[in-house]
């Protein structure tokens, strides 16, 4: 591929999921990434369906195409995508938020459910996504599209509309340098992976402090959370954390108390009060953005992905 229609920048979820979008519409593409896709923040997620982490009001009907999109992926082990009951639960009395009333298997916890000191809590299904094993399927279906992917990273977003008529900036964290975005944040979350001891349902905390706690089963592992640390960037494990993390899931699943660990994951979220998902000229060409995700990103990728779409060939490019 000499010159691309249209050149996505980054190779995370939101990334990849839209480079397939416009791919398999029949747009040449190429993506360009600094990290390879198992360094990306995407594959250090845990990562459960479920708005998180972002206020937007677009978010509804994002989140609701994405949601379909998992599930009819959910099954096939190539995918790594499963839906998964399970409970969540909030330590205040609180009523579910309306996305999680409408899910499959959807009912209120009783008391005897919850756990001790959560007040409140409710029960669904819902796709939890084995991230490697997801971003590694999605890179396969680009390149049955057609589309490539570059281990380049993109000096700044005039390179790249000048690489191609078309540049989609789906850089996440490093959308605010590269903007430059200074409303964008990190938020650092990390996570401990270790061997599943038979689980198969999920817990959430509904929690959005630095704190929550959950564990999510993906076959022969579990991840086990979480953090969310504003401003934080550095990216090696924090033993402490891990120990800490391990400790509130035991309270929650005695059967984690001994789980090997296999081994730890550390990300950042790319925070913004909303999600930009917008097109703009840049000279000759023109950009889309798609950054900004918060916590969200697995959650709003093929939503996003097919609002890229649709600025793109809406706008008679690529």
Not at 139 to 156: E, F, I, M, N, Y
Not at 259 to 280: I, M, Q
């Amino acid at each position: 591929m000499s010159r691309p229609d249209v050149l996505v920048i980054g190779a995370g979820v939101s990334g990849l999921t839209t480079a397939v979008c416009l791919a398999e519409a029949g747009l040449a593409v190429r993506v360009h990434t600094r990290h390879p896709l198992q360094q990306t923040t995407s594959c250090s997620a845990g990562a459960i369906w479920g708005p998180y982490l972002v206020a937007d009001d677009r978010i509804a009907g994002w989140s609701e195409q994405t949601r379909v999109a998992l599930g009819e992926l959910a099954g096939d082990d190539a995918t790594g995508v499963r839906l998964v009951h399970g409970l969540e639960a909030s330590r205040a009395s609180m009523p579910p938020p309306g996305w999680a009333a409408v899910l499959d298997g959807f009912r209120p916890a009783t008391g005897t459910d919850l756990p001790d000191g959560y007040a409140s809590g409710w029960w669904y299904t819902a796709p939890v996504v084995d991230m490697p094993v997801y971003l590694s399927y999605l890179a396969a279906r680009l390149a049955d599209a057609g589309g490539t992917v570059a281990l380049s990273p993109v000096a700044s977003l005039a390179q790249a509309v000048a690489l191609a008529p078309v540049a989609v900036n789906c850089a996440g964290a490093g959308a605010r340098d590269l903007v430059p975005d200074p409303a964008l944040t990190p938020t650092r979350g990390q996570l401990v992976m270790v061997e599943n001891p038979g689980l198969d349902q999920f817990f959430v905390e509904h929690d959005e402090s630095t704190a929550p706690t959950y564990y999510l089963p993906q076959g022969g592992h579990v991840a086990l959370g979480g953090s969310a640390e504003p401003g934080r960037t550095d990216l090696a494990p924090d033993p402490a954390l891990a120990d800490a993390i391990r400790r509130r899931c035991a309270v929650l699943e005695p059967s984690l108390r001994r789980a090997r660990v296999l081994t730890h994951r550390v990300g950042l979220r790319p925070s913004r009060g909303r999600v930009r998902l917008e097109r703009t000229p840049v000279g000759a060409g023109h950009l889309v953005h798609n950054y900004g995700h918060g916590g969200s990103g697995v959650t709003l990728s093929w939503g996003c992905a097919r609002e890229v779409l649709r600025l793109v060939t809406g706008a008679g490019l690529g």
